[in-house]
């Protein structure tokens, strides 16, 4: 159990995917959700997070079929080898430009809140090294990282955000479904690659313990995800306004500014927001590192991923410096959220799913 | 770890201790014969040279008719045993049995050995090795001329500290007894409070030339047989010349000797030994040292001092808090407050900001230089303060601290600030229970210095995730370091209830994950709590 | 960036610029010159007590130029330090700033744009030039932005004589209704006062509220007022101080006609009475009470009265509360709301309640 530092229990794999599930967007999807659909933002979060499920039900159904493998090598076996291993780079291109836009963002986010001075190639460097530093030492680090880290993250930011209550004001959520349906499904759409990281459980077959939980570990973190997107949107929009949640770049950074919390020494509490975000991103980061070797690390059929990590550092920071600015880097993200991430949530495991019961590869339920 | 140990192994090569009469691990080579004569002269021969080497040959039996011969170290025997249960039985009486001279010559030895000594421990050898072993244990052997073997007489009884109060790990309530040096006093306190027949006692040598005693302790059937082995393999995978107290054992056994942090614990305390064993750990006692090893270890052992389990619950818990949030305030404070005060002054509040920024009007330096000095300046008074004997060590503190604090103050080299900080975090570093932890964290706190001047608040997270990710891979013993904080659902929570705080004793009932899984119930209790 | 190599702003007093040709240099007598700024600095050392280099408690320096950040990047030749504005108290606005549409709309945008400025700073309007105000020296505290941010402390804690408006709410109103109300600052010799309030439409200042006027939109706020009231009673006058308030707004659509029913209700202590009067019995209350109410009354319907005539302004947030509750009502009205604001009847319900009178009959 202890011995080597590549197998988790499922109880980490949650965390792991709650703090992953978050990263991506929590600052600024209420900003997104409002412009889709108003004060019925809530709403459209609630339809995103359904759909989420959906996707989790699909890709835990795939992998189950293969306990061992990861998207490497059951895309492999089901359609063909060339077709897989197209698709597996497809998917850890895909993640690499996620990651240095993220990246990107994220430098663009600390340099004007924290370091006016500093150059922002050191910053997203600095980050870059420490994620490597992790992900060298294996994924069962990585998971024990994240039992800590979620504490440090979540506690504090549940307490603080109880403080903003007071300024809450619930008629803002008011009129409730005037949204026209059709916009609140395609807002639900839209919204639910939140929930992009859910793809990543394609890939972490060989590292569980337990996979028959996958399912429900799943979809509590789906859940658990959802409930806090939920009353993240709520609080935001009674604060701000549906006309204010719109206008601001990153609303729940916003948020932080407002809040009062009496008797507190710390004034701009909006700075110490970024800490969380940090720690988040963090966090995010270095899965995504991880993954990344670890897809390559199959298809080369290499034993060890450590030194594939380091060459990935110089790619992914020259990628994230290609945008001349932050709005240029959203224009990427978006970009590629409406045409590719998709892809590896729905269909390309659904079609897996048809495929390997059609050819009856793999394990299946029935057939034990 | 690795390198170390070829380190050691090859500047010790075989070349070194091979002569005339050891072997490659230093084991005398020379035969024993059935001619006393040439025993003693082997024997003095290894004893050439040797001031406190006593000698004494005699004869027994009626007509003095067989030759025998005594030696030992001085000083290092109970002169009674010697004196009175020894000679005056060889001497007097076997002299003074009537002669059937025939059949007491044919097993003299015998004789001897099962009727002639008054001492209830009596061995018997057959190297010459083990004899002048046991000769420089403190024991006392016998020759006797026409036999190939020799008598070990224990006799042990050198001058010894005898059982004090430890001076490290004071506590309020609970016992004051401390480990002393010697190997076989320190296992009888644990036996004491141990009084289990599967608690073992195994007992090895260390070092060709110290063959420094070591015994391990542990309780049979709670123990990992996968630890133990374990511990075994690393103890016998080096060859030293000699272990003179049990921290060398530590850097040669643990596994990565580049952390700052320890990653096996020792204690001082009897009780603290014994508890750890009954929560399925062994116990590594070393011969001359009251420091005794305990393996494995993870990092919320070092918070846990024995007195939080003889005091209540409500009172440890929160002292056990106030004990984790010392060890981030003792490496995090002098970052923290950089990162504020160069980055984001407006994370302060306004008359903090302008009171630091007054006062650091007139000061020379630069925030990190100020730091810096003044941490340097606070692990000189701690060196110094070590050093000193007592009343003039505490006076030092007083003096180095409030006096030449101050005037440091007032002749405006730092802010008055940066003392309180430098004070804070040397307190903090104060508070944690072991004093090896505490080195991690003095150490790391320049990391994350060196990291907050550079980038403020964004460098002081990336010092502490640095922190974090180095605690969380290391291990001790293939047993995460981090353990209750991270995989803990392995042992159902159990160990996260004696970690940040500590619950009432009836509620945790289990012992934590050292242990076998099977073996875990250790606290049952008959009545219900709600009556 | 060492702490004490930052000058820290406390104060900021923003001013459109205005050539004075007895102290201004003819070199700004141009058309670039369109911002005149003054920033208050505290004297650090005196503020956290000690002796410092100079006695004054604070110094103020003004500079102009041609937009906002021009002017503070501009004190780089004349500021020893680098001004920081983490920790800014408080913002006046000058009249003839507010007045001018185009310079304050880029004010606002500096404000916002700039992560520095915190969405809780205190704004405040002043009938002159803010630069004037921001250099006098009040008695209670040296510096007039910290002064005046106290003074919105004491309001939300105490007893409410004017409505708050911080940076965030300013820019919210903008934002949702383009028009909001600022608080108005008015200075003495020694002193200031803030009182009444600035009415913005469309980025526009319109005019100004005076006090009572203020009052009655305090009491349209929707909920914890704390306010303190006067009414005349007999021959005396009676006090009374509200603890809680809260109102309601009903819409009813009655022939194709919109109009609004506002309910107030508020409960409180009844501070000063008369001696040798007893108030301790249930009808004398009720009529104090309906005392009260009358007077709060007049003085809601004066200030709406004020607003939608003269002003045609619905600082009040009625416009909003008419879309959350029939929003289908204010997708026909929402275009020309202004008009329908200046002629909707609006009816008001007061209803108070006395709950403590204090230690003597």
Partial sequence: MFSKNDKVSVRQVEILLILDLFSVSTLSFPRMAAEIANQDAWIAVIGATLLAFIYGYTITSIVKRFPEDTFVEFSSKVLSKSVGIFLSLLFSIKLSITMAMELRIFGELVKQVLLPRTPIEIIMASMLLTCAYLVRKGYECNARLGEILVFIIFIPLIVILLFVLPDTDFSNLKPIFTTPFPRLLKGSYFLSFIYTPIELILLVGPLVNDLKKARRVSFIAITFTGIINVILTIITVSVLGPVGTKQQIWPVMTLMQIIEIPGAFVERQDALMMIFWILIVFSFISTLMYFISFILTRILKAEEHKFLVLPLVPIIYLISLIPDNIVEAFNWIEFLRKYIRILFLLPIPLLLLIVAKIRKLGESIEEK | MKILRRWVGNKLSKERWEDKFHDADNKVTLPLSKDLEENIKNLELLFKDCGDFVSRKFPVGIHKEVNMYVAYIDLMIDRRIIEESLLEQLMLQVRGVPPHMDKIRSSIYDFIRDGGIATADIKEVDTLDEAALAILSGDTIIFIDGYAKVIVVATKGWPNRGIQEPDSEVVVRGPKEGFSEALRMNTVLIRRRIRDTKLKVKQLQIGTRSRTDVALMYIEDIVRKDILEDLGKRLTDFKIDGILDSGQLEQLIEDDWRSPFPQIQATQRPDKAASAILEGRIAIIVDNTPFVLLVPTTLNNFFQSSEDYYQRWSIMSFTRMIRYMAAFFAAGVPGLYLALTDYHPSMIPTQLTMAIAASREQVPFPSVVEVVLMELAFELLREAGTRLPGPIGSTIGIVGGLIIGQAAVEAKIVSPIVVIVVAVTAISSFAIPDNALTVGFRLVKYLIIGLSSIFGLYGFLLGVLIVLIHLVSLKSFNMPYMSPFVASGINDYEDLKDSVFRLPVFMMNKRPIFSRADKRVRLRTNKKKNE | MSIDRRAFVLGLGIDKFIFDEAKDDPSLNNDKTKYRVAFSFPNIAKFSGEQGLSDEPKFVMISSG????????????????????????????????????????????????????????????????????????????????????????????????????????????????????????????????????????????????????????????????????????????????????????????????LSCHITIQAEGNLDEFILDRNILNVEEIKKVEEAIEKSIKEEVENSLKTLQEKYQADVVGIGKELERQKPKEWEKVKDHWEEVFETLPISIDVQINIRRIGQSK
């Fill in chain 3, 66 to 257: 041609p937009t906002f950040s021009n002017t503070y990047k501009g004190l780089g030749g004349r500021l020893n330090k680098s001004p920081y504005f983490g920790h800014i108290k408080s913002i006046i606005f000058g009249k003839e700033l507010l007045k001018d549409k185009v310079l304050f709309k880029e004010v606002l945008d500096t404000l916002q744009r700039n992560s520095d400025f915190s969405r809780s700073i205190p704004i405040v309007a002043i009938d002159g030039l803010a630069t004037e105000a921001i250099q006098i020296i009040p008695e209670g505290n040296p510096l007039v932005s910290i002064y005046i941010n106290q003074l919105f402390e004491s309001n939300k804690n105490e007893t409410m004589r004017f409505q708050e408006k911080d940076l965030g709410e300013l820019l919210q109103n903008f934002q949702e209704d383009k028009m909001a109300m600022i608080p108005k600052l008015s200075i003495g010799e020694k002193d200031i006062k803030i009182a009444g309030a600035a009415i913005i439409k469309d980025y526009e200042l319109k005019g100004w509220l005076d006090e009572q006027q203020t009052r009655g939109a305090l009491w349209l706020r929707k909920k914890n007022q704390r306010l303190e009231i006067s009414v005349p009673y007999e021959d005396f006058h009676v006090a009374y101080h509200v603890s809680n308030a809260k109102s309601e707004m009903k819409f009813m659509n009655k022939d194709n006609e």
